[in-house]
């Protein structure tokens, strides 16, 4: 048998690990506003990390550039007055002292001449919809042969519409799939132009079976507590009932002598 201070220090041991695991960090990277930018355009940087009191740095390839202030686990970099220059991949790494605990996903921003009209980005059924819908995005354009991204802030890879269709579509969305959208799209050509983004919108998906479990859970809850209580006054009356009854007690009835002459014998 292990003694009991061994025991505690193993289990402490293991709880320790286990926080550890669980804490680790990871970094998400994306753009804002999403979306091949112009020269002369701007775009931001954004990392976000569920962590604590370090730091980040900001690496184009393997150069660093900068390290970033957070606030509440989020840092921005922005990028003003793009030129060709700033074309590239660039990924954030997370620090703690001179330990680099993570490091995000590498994003490639794109500057490029938009010399295409901008598209126009539209949903179907509607910007709100219940968990589990079909939804149709349509990124419309009037410039022949081209291909379009779909865009969703804070993701790093855009989806591709299918040219044919001329939408793209969700089948059986979540509520991750919330967000604001835009679209861009670019020739099919060897020497590849590039449109302006479109419009935003944002799409709200509602999770309306969790909303209906609460719901019906507050009414069973409800018709519980109302049977407690209807339970409990009938309980109070007939208690009421009792005690008054008691408190007047009639004495037993007198029993008389039978009348049947045969029963007198």
């Known amino acids: 048998m292990l003694p009991v201070t061994c025991v505690l220090a193993l289990g402490a041991w293991l709880v320790s690990q286990g926080e550890a695991t669980l804490s680790t960090p990871t970094i998400s990277i994306f753009q804002k506003p999403p979306g091949v930018i112009p020269p002369g355009g701007s775009t931001t940087i954004c990392c976000i990390c569920q962590c604590s009191n370090g730091s980040f740095v900001l690496y184009k390839g393997s150069r660093q550039l900068c390290t970033l202030e957070q606030s509440s686990g989020r840092a921005e970099f922005s990028i003003s007055n793009a030129t060709y220059e700033d074309r590239g991949g660039y990924n954030c790494h997370y620090l703690e002292g001179d330990t680099v605990l993570a490091r995000s996903a590498s994003l490639e921003v794109f500057v490029e001449e938009l010399r295409l009209p901008r598209p126009d980005l539209s949903v179907l059924p509607g910007h ?63 020497w590849r132009e590039w449109s302006a983004v479109s419009n935003t919108l944002d799409l709200v998906v509602r999770d309306y079976t969790l909303c209906n479990t609460v719901r019906l859970a507050l009414a069973a ?15 109070s009356r007939c208690c009421r009932g009792w005690g008054s009854s008691a408190g007047h007690r009639r004495a037993p009835p007198r029993l008389l002598p039978c009348s049947n002459p045969r029963w007198d014998e």
């Open 128 to 190: 709100e919809v219940a968990a589990g819908a079909e939804v149709m995005f349509r990124c419309t354009t009037t410039q022949p042969s081209t291909g379009c991204f779909l865009y969703l802030e804070g993701q790093i890879r855009p989806q591709q519409f299918l040219r044919e269709q001329g939408d793209y579509s969700f089948s059986l969305v979540q509520k991750g799939d919330s967000g604001r959208y835009s679209c861009q799209c670019y020739t099919l050509s060897a």
């Open 221 to 235: 809850g409800l018709l519980l507590l109302l049977g407690l209580i209807a339970a409990e006054a009938a309980r």
